[in-house]
């Protein structure tokens, strides 16, 4: 039986590579393993895919049973309803570790850096394995979405260093300039409802009871999304009445470098707490922020405590 390997809900560029690295790396070291996804791939992903001849991983919602590799997250609001059915053999990942527990012990690489592929690029190297070219190509595509072309504060020397290695692997001359077209393609919302923005890079939390879901569309314009930010708040206000306490969605200016957050919550004072700006009417700028990991989700648990 192949080993599965997954990513998050709403799979993002990250989830969507790093599952098919890590199962090409798994295969190349004599354990069988496929690649799988939680859900379509994004505009991004599939710009990513089609440009470096990669296949998109098949659609898995059911994992009771199965053996699995989790990639990019180890949280089970963020995995199958059957988790804890199935066998978790590894993980890879670059954020804080979730509510996932494990019957035996496991392979576990969890770094502090921008994106789980840099994670991959480490393995590939520790175990003297060549990362195939389009991979690599995928690979650095995913840290540059990750690490908003290096902006974000969860970048490191270890993320740029694993981009200037991996194209030279995959033939890309200039990595900005790639970077600029990947966020063009990712800042598209022409012909997207209002749902699938939202859902576009969009993760549930438990705040300390409390659900919460934190959204993010990162944009190269913020003007971009001048058009349905009246939509995009009355999807928020649908999504928050099935049964959370609060819905955030940061529109991410990569070139202002700043968050605009439109706000849901039964109690809005956990943004102040969070942030110490008072929200007026149904948004708040947040310059700086860029990394929901890193400059959100931590405030908010802090502040929901």
């Given amino acids: 039986m192949a080993v599965l390997v997954m990513g998050h809900m709403n799979p993002d560029t990250d989830s969507i590579v790093s599952a098919l690295a890590v199962a090409d790396l798994m295969s190349k070291r004599g354990v069988e393993a496929t690649a799988v996804a939680q859900g379509e791939c994004t505009p ?41 059915d199935a066998e978790i053999k590894g993980v890879v990942d670059h954020h804080k570790l979730g509510n996932v527990t ?3 012990p496991l392979e576990m690489w969890v770094w502090p850096v921008g994106c789980s592929c840099t994670v991959i690029k480490a ?11 389009g991979i690599a190509g995928g690979m650095l595509c995913a840290i540059l979405s990750d690490t908003v072309m290096f902006k974000s504060v969860t970048c ?10 991996l194209a030279k692997i995959a033939g890309v001359s200039d990595v900005m300039a790639l970077g600029m077209e990947m966020f063009k393609v990712k ?10 923005l939202v859902f576009r890079d969009y993760k549930d939390f438990d705040m300390n ?67 110490g700006v008072k929200p007026e009417g149904r948004s ?7 990394s929901r990991k890193k400059q959100v989700v931590p405030n908010f648990e802090k502040a929901f405590k």
Avoid: C
């Fill in 44 to 84: 991004e992903s599939t710009f990513v895919l089609e440009k470096f001849g990669l296949a998109a991983p098949e659609v898995v919602t059911s994992v009771a049973g199965k053996d699995l590799i989790l990639v990019d997250t180890t949280d089970g609001a963020q995995l199958p309803a059957d988790i804890a």
């Fill in 102 to 104: 494990t019957s035996n």
């Fill in 123 to 133: 393995m590939y190297d520790f175990y003297g394995i060549e990362v195939p070219k």
């Fill in 156 to 165: 490191t020397e270890q993320d740029k260093k694993a981009v200037e290695e």
């Fill in 187 to 196: 800042s598209a919302v022409e012909g997207a409802t209002m749902s699938e």
């Fill in 209 to 275: 009871g409390s659900k919460v879901g934190i959204g993010q569309l990162e944009v190269v314009d913020l003007s971009i999304l001048d058009p349905v930010k009246d939509g995009l708040y009355e999807e928020i206000q649908k999504v928050k009445a099935d049964g959370r306490h609060s819905v955030f969605l940061l529109l991410t200016d990569i070139m202002k470098e700043g968050s605009e957050m439109l706000i849901v919550s039964d109690d809005t004072v956990v943004v102040e707490k969070a942030f």
């Fill in 284 to 290: 708040v700028w947040l310059d700086g922020v860029m």
